[in-house]
């Protein structure tokens, strides 16, 4: 599957409508977003099974903002609706490749008891 671009707009049913989000905060004038492109467009080849998302910074302003988006580019990963991932940073083909197989491997029940005992008691 190739990269799709995602909006505020978009963003959340993306999230919500898929088991596996990466998702590269970036900008045209960014020149390690530039260089990682090509990288995570390669995954996406070999991931069809897994969404990749480019969101643009300059355009997506408000996205960028709600996310804390600093750096750029910035690597986020979703599994399941949780952010389990997150890095700003150009990565390397093999570092990207690490990257997805820890999140295809997470052990979603306990990364589900984790967000939960860190929720507030009522």
Known sequence: ???????EK????TITANS?????????????????????TAASEKHPEIVFAKVDTEAE????AAAGIRSI??????RDKILVFSQPG?????SLDEVITAVQSLDME???ASVAAQQPSA
């Open 1 to 7: 599957m190739a990269t799709i671009d995602i909006t």
């Open 10 to 13: 978009t963003f959340d049913e």
């Open 20 to 40: 596996i989000v990466l998702v590269d905060f970036w900008a045209e004038w960014c020149g390690p977003c530039r260089m990682f492109a090509p990288t995570f």
């Open 61 to 64: 302003q408000g996205l960028s």
């Open 73 to 78: 580019p910035t690597l986020m990963a979703f």
């Open 90 to 94: 150009a990565l390397n083909a093999s």
């Open 110 to 112: 306990a990364v589900r």
